[in-house]
């Protein structure tokens, strides 16, 4: 079973990635591919996030629910 990367890992790599396909000697098949594989480390970064929301609900869950309140930032 392979790990998946951290979301630090993720987010740094998306850095990368926006910067490459800014750069204007790109050529189109390379940023199809960055791009497609941007979407894939976006994906992983969502999950990332949508489990330490889970995680923060269930441990103010079990904390009774009194003091940590938490805000969807979708919104």
Known sequence: MTSRPSLQA???RLEEIVRALEADELDLDRA????E???ARLRGA???????ELRLR????AAG???AEVVDLDR
């Open 32 to 35: 199809l591919g960055l791009f």
């Open 10 to 12: 993720e987010l740094e």
């Open 65 to 67: 629910g009194g003091g």
């Open 46 to 52: 969502r999950e990332h996030l949508a489990a330490a």
């Open 37 to 39: 594989e941007g979407i």
């Open 58 to 61: 269930q441990l103010g869950d």
